[in-house]
């Protein structure tokens, strides 16, 4: 291992959350150190939707903007470099890279977000972000007037009422699910559960395990979050019900010093974390604005 480096704060994750922590670091300058591995939940998606000013952005262009306007803040430095551990040094944190290297701050923003699990069904991976996705204000309107599938009955309610305006036509897919309690559904549905996804005349064909088939112009479906990586586990960090990170109303975590922003963490009053760009870039800020009170302690 080389000697440790040292950066006041410690901004884990490139994406809205960790650019914008960065960039409030900057407006003060504060020494922030980012570090982006190049791991984007968003990978696969090709625009972004519902971004003031950026509706349609490619996530690629958004970030390397982003990245561009750092550059103004000699205070800020950016390293494409994936961090292996977090852990309590003293009164501050140190950093150990998977290239060995390990570095010390003062405070540590979190942001690297959650990881999607979808449902095991052939082929559903390869649309996802693309033909199927989970959130209708992001990627439901580019679909309007088109038929629109829902997998699983749990969530049916929820998305049938969001996307309704949006469809020409819902379908949901049960998968063996049964809606909530007292729930009721106006739209057709399919008790057949779905073997697999492929693309099909510029939507999805969706195969059934009675020989049929449904098609849809796209899928909405609910995944099951994880952490992304194990900074959370490694610094004992109190969890909510979904898994998420536990923060106050400025971002900070059971562990002082320790900020979170982004879709790896939520308030407790919220069910689950957002997956929102607007709301991740907010959270960013938040978090930013509570490493640098968290500096001011030992200032």
Do not use: K
């Amino acid at each position: 291992m080389t000697n440790p480096q040292h950066t006041d704060i410690a901004i884990i994750g490139g994406g809205p959350a960790g650019l914008q922590a960065a960039l409030t670091a900057g407006r003060v300058r504060r020494e922030a150190t980012l570090f982006d591995d190049g791991t984007y939940r968003n990978a696969t998606v090709s625009h972004m939707h519902n971004v003031l000013t950026h509706d349609g952005t490619p996530p690629a262009d958004f970030r390397a903007a982003a990245r561009a306007e750092l550059t103004a803040y000699d205070t800020v430095s950016v390293r494409e470099q994936r961090v292996a551990r977090v852990e309590r040094d003293g009164a501050g944190f140190r950093l150990t890279l998977t290239s060995g290297e390990t570095m010390t701050a003062y405070a540590v923003v979190l942001a690297t977000g959650v990881r999607d699990e979808l449902p095991p069904v052939p082929g559903l991976q390869e649309v996802w972000g693309d033909l199927a996705a989970q959130c209708p204000f992001c990627h439901g309107f580019e679909f309007a007037g088109q038929r629109i599938g829902i997998l699983g009955a749990a969530a049916a309610p929820h998305l049938s009422a969001l996307l309704g305006p949006v469809a020409g036509e819902l379908l949901v897919l049960d998968e063996d699910q049964d809606l909530p309690e007292g729930a009721t559904l106006a739209v057709p549905r399919v008790a057949a559960r779905v073997t697999a996804v492929e693309r099909h005349d510029g939507g999805l064909r969706l195969a059934l395990d009675d020989g049929s088939s449904e098609d849809v112009a796209v899928l909405f479906v609910v995944p099951t979050l994880h952490q992304s990586a194990p900074f959370a586990d490694q610094l004992g960090l109190e969890r909510n019900p979904s898994g998420a990170v536990r923060i106050d109303e400025f971002g900070r975590t059971s562990v002082p010093g320790v900020l979170a922003g982004g879709d790896l963490a939520h308030l407790p009053a919220y069910p689950m974390p957002m997956a929102s760009v607007v709301q991740a870039s907010a959270a960013g800020q938040i978090a930013g604005n509570s490493a640098i009170a968290h500096l001011l302690t030992r200032d």
